[in-house]
């Protein structure tokens, strides 16, 4: 069988520290299971030349960890500057938030390169490559410059945007045909991949094939939609083990009674978390009866702290909290608990359980997993109500939830109250049909998925004449 060999920014080691988000959710449990090598970013920076070039590696269990350091001027570079300041918000379409320079975009395909170089001793030749994410658009077409012949998939955890919006980034052709180096493109929804689709034949001049492929020249190119998910099952037995947990017993008491509303997100301007807090001031404000009968708690992991606009949204939230405390709280009563800090996934999954609203409302997400893991954490006889963002790809599967306009803090009010009130065979129908959506699928499912197309892919494609 062929060596899976997973190459990401962020690796997750099980023994170091890690970084919550959906890419480290999804690909451990694959990497876990299935074995392989992961090779990218160790997460720190130095001038060592050794660090930077030669890579540390790990073992643990059945996978190989291969991590690099960068150096303080690709991670401010390529990291900061272009893959979180320019493509994070480009790909979330959220043109007003992108910062662009041409120095960055430099240092960005300079370190795809130079981590192609660092990886290509590593490879074998009968291994499967499967590249994830933003930070690594130019690998493909680095590597197959490096004469690596192996299949090459490439899986974005992002939405990705209409031309129209691509096309506001300069260079931005240049990506589209990198990526088309690749044997196979996966996407979060169906709606990401045409996007891909149409831009990669109005920018790149790719041909459309019969089927949902992609011909440039003499090679075709699969591309299809691959939906993150979560393992349900085991995420719904780590809830209910939590209920009784201390952390959820002290929240509880806490509560004293009182309806939770939970957010879970990492604090990312994408998150909708502005919105969101205006939504649950609207609420206190136009129906006062949940005053007292209510508390948000909103975990949002600080993130990207070295990014301008990241920043100023932790400013902002800090703020914004301050502000509905002040004015909307009582002597004896906190409406909002905002906490900058990350919280161990088995204690939110308690949390998620004890939550009467699951507040799931990014401004555009390419799938959002606590979407999913709010579903699998209710209590099927009592289960808590999830208000989910219609621009998540989450919700695309997840239907029977109160979908929003996450923009509009009417409409999250309105979404808030519902649910407050909905009765118990209502919010039992929902969860049921939202369950019935994730229920059968696994994150290892995902990503078997994904490579045993790759290696259709890889068998049915002629492999570019080598020069
Ligand atoms: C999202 C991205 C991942 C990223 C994660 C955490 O889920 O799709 O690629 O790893 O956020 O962000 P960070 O910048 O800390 O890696």
Redesign the pocket.
Known sequence: MSRLVVV???VTIPTGDA??????VALNDLMERQGGLWFGWSGGSSTDEKRCNVPAIVDHGQVQYATVDLTPSELELYYNNFS?GTLWPLLHSLPEQMNFDRRSLQGYRAVNQRLSDVLLPLLRPSDTIWI????LLAMAAALRARNVNCPIGFFL??PFPSPDMLSSVPEAALFIRDLLSADLLGFQTANDAENFSASAQRIAGAARLAGGGLQLGNRQIKVGSFPVEIDPRDFAEMAEENQGSPETERLRRSLDGQHLILGID?MDPTKGLRHRLAGYRRLLETRKEWSRQTTFLQIAAA??QDVDAYQHLRDDLEGAAGRINATLGESDWVPLRLISRGVPRDAISGFMREARIGLVTPLRD?MNLVAKEYVAAQDPEDPGVLVLSKFAGAARQLGAAILVNPVDPDEIADALDLALRMSRPERQDRWQACWEAIKDASALGWGRSFVSALSRAGSEIPRPART
Not at 19 to 24: M, P, W
Not at 132 to 135: F, K
């Open positions: 990401s920014n962020r970084k919550a988000g959906g890419l480290a979180n994830h994410d933003y930070h955890h992002t990492r993130s990207r390419g």
